[in-house]
């Protein structure tokens, strides 16, 4: 991927619409903008102000005397600094259909612009300081969101919430390296701005607003991410119908014949505000059916990758043992766990011992996956699980990946390192590493310090027109 190169791509999903968007960036985008279109005043683009529409007519560039017009459209020029990427943009918006489209895209191609590779637009906004990266990653979140959670993060994250709140830790970490530096070049002048009792208090601070932004992530991730949850139990406990009444669709195949589900089906669901990334898995009974044993294997390693599980009990019917060895397993784990006893529209009480059994859980929810009956109940369940009531979604600053929560755990290991180095005694010039390291850690979440091949894997998942 050169940067320099202009470029361009159809910024509008592929098919049939009222209108496409061509979107044109690069140093040459104006230039080679104007040797394909032809506006109707006469005027040439370069000569257009900035941010206006502009009505005329795509042609070849080939096609000097301009006899056949592929399309009639309307161009808007976005002058350096001041357009999405922050370099010279031109965006075209022709009528949507395939084959004109195409057309508009090869005109400018021709032209002189490269195809823009995917997300390459974004990438470019990023590497021009008009986007952090934690701010261009919320834009790839938006563009995915399927909730009105994932949208409302995906909103804060584009206004700068998380990158703002990390500029000041940044900018308070740099701060006391500042002082450090000053210590150990001149050691006999009084430069630093603060003493080794202060240094060490500011250190204290920077981890506990380290550890509170780590925090967010398990609701960050809930929503945006995704949590694994397995969907178990024993066979003809009702998994499949609880699986498609979570997704609202029938995904799985229903039976009363034992043994349906023989492999893992996996889908994705939003239920209340979190997302779940649903296994529902084989049956679990001891059997001498080769392939059925092969499902019962994989869904024991489905329970224990999980994060959450969701345990189907038949509420109808005594608990078996193996139902017994389901809850020996899943207290084992210590994981979040709810226990849903299903079929409660067939009106009979659990017995006793079930309900035994399923005090080990987190949290127990009657359902009928023939009804729906217990579904709200299980999404407020799993919200107050996974989601933090106390997060404002839009307007708090909220870790929602992976990637950043790993770089902001490292930090928080460097800073308590370099802490307890200080209050050990030992000197600045010791102390000073691991404040240094804390420091890349920590620049690395809004992309200060960051590597050009995970750049290049976050730029990867847009879309070519973003």
């Excluded at 620049?443 to 976050?458: M, N, P, Q, Y």
Aim: with cysteine; glycine share 10%.
């Amino acid at each position: 991927m050169n940067l320099l190169d202009t470029i361009a791509a159809v910024s509008t999903p592929y098919g049939k619409g009222g209108v496409a968007l061509i979107r044109i960036s690069g140093d040459s985008a104006i230039e080679i903008a104007d040797r394909v279109f032809a506006a109707r005043s006469g005027k040439r683009l370069c000569e257009c102000e900035h941010a206006k529409m502009v009505y005329g007519e795509i042609y070849m560039p080939d096609d000097r005397d301009r006899h056949t017009g592929i399309d009639d459209v309307m161009a808007v020029v976005f002058r350096a600094p001041h357009s999405f990427t922050g370099e010279e943009t031109v965006e075209i918006s022709c009528h949507g259909g395939i084959l004109v489209t195409k057309k508009v895209l090869s005109a400018v191609l021709l032209a002189g612009a490269r195809a823009a590779q995917a997300g390459e637009f974004t990438r470019r906004a990023y590497v021009s300081g008009k986007l952090k990266l934690t701010e261009a990653e919320s834009l790839g979140d938006l563009l995915e969101a399927r909730s009105e959670s994932q949208l409302a993060l995906a909103r804060g994250g584009m206004k700068g919430r998380l990158s703002k709140k990390m500029s000041e830790l940044y900018e308070r970490l740099r701060s006391v390296l500042t002082s450090i530096y000053a210590v150990i070049d001149f050691p006999d002048e009084d430069l630093s701005e603060m003493s080794r009792e202060e240094m060490e208090m500011h250190l204290c601070e920077i981890r506990d607003g380290v550890e509170a932004l780590k925090a967010t992530y398990g609701t960050g991730g809930a929503v945006s991410e995704g949590i694994p949850t397995v969907i178990c139990g024993r066979t003809n406990a009702g998994k499949s119908s609880v699986y498609n009444r979570i997704l609202g669709y029938d995904a799985a195949i229903v039976t009363d014949v034992e043994g349906t589900t023989r492999d893992v089906l996996r889908e994705t669901a939003i239920v209340g505000k979190a997302t779940l990334l649903l296994s529902d898995t084989a049956g679990l009974r001891d059997t001498d059916d080769k392939v059925e044993s092969i499902g019962i294997e994989r869904s024991i390693r489905e329970i224990e990758g999980a994060e959450l599980i969701l345990a189907v009990f038949d509420a109808s019917r005594e608990p078996t043992e193996d139902d017994a060895m389901l809850c020996e397993r899943i207290a084992e784990s210590g994981k979040p766990s709810v226990a849903l006893l299903n079929k409660s529209d067939l009106g009979v009480e659990p017995s006793a011992k079930l309900v035994e059994l399923c005090a080990r859980f987190s949290r127990t929810v009657s359902v009928s996956a023939a009804t729906g009956d217990g579904f709200d109940e299980l999404s407020k369940v799993i919200d107050d699980m996974f989601i933090d009531g106390d997060i404002d979604m839009e307007n708090d600053a909220v870790v929602t990946g992976a990637r950043q929560y790993s770089a902001l755990c490292s930090c928080c290991e460097l800073l308590l390192r370099a802490i307890s180095d200080m209050r050990a005694g030992m000197s600045l010039d010791a102390c000073c590493v691991g404040v240094e390291c804390a420091m890349s850690a920590l620049g690395e979440v809004d992309g200060r310090e960051i590597g050009e091949e995970i750049v290049a894997e976050i730029f990867s998942h847009f879309c070519v027109g973003k």
